[in-house]
Nanobody, 123 residues
Framework: QVQLVESGGGLVQAGVSLRLSCAAS????????MGWFRQAPGKEREFVAL????????SLADYVKGRFTISRDNAKNTVYLQMNRLKPEDTAVYYC????????????????WGQGTQVTVSS
């Protein structure tokens, strides 16, 4: 199986940057899609970004495009979410997820999940 552990969250002021990390353990495959999702209290879990492990190509949600980037380090089995110019509406628990198959923006399609890391942005 695959285990995912997120880190890097915290309490920050609006306009600053954070980099989240997702460390994957267990067997990984070239066909894996890695995704970042976020969920605010009382809200549905929403797509943030994904990256194709083999190629490094990525997709981002419209509401983070231009501010966030996703990348991966294959040797370290780690995926990063660089978050710049953070806004209060970015406040959420951020989850790393993995899926074997085609890319998807739907949380229900992902096979493995981390426990999440809290990001709180104050104005």
């Amino acid at each position: 199986q695959v285990q995912l552990v997120e880190s890097g969250g915290g309490l920050v002021q609006a306009g600053v940057s954070l980099r989240l990390s997702c460390a994957a353990s267990g067997r990984t495959f070239t066909g894996t899609i890695m995704g970042w999702f976020r969920q605010a209290p009382g809200k549905e879990r929403e797509f943030v970004a994904l990256i194709r492990w083999s190629s490094g190509t990525s997709s981002l949600a419209d509401y983070v495009k231009g501010r966030f980037t996703i990348s991966r380090d294959n040797a370290k089995n780690t995926v990063y979410l660089q978050m710049n110019r953070l806004k209060p509406e970015d406040t959420a628990v951020y989850y790393c997820a993995a899926r074997f198959g085609s890319s998807s923006y739907y949380a229900g399609d992902y096979d493995y999940w981390g426990q999440g890391t809290q990001v709180t942005v104050s104005s």
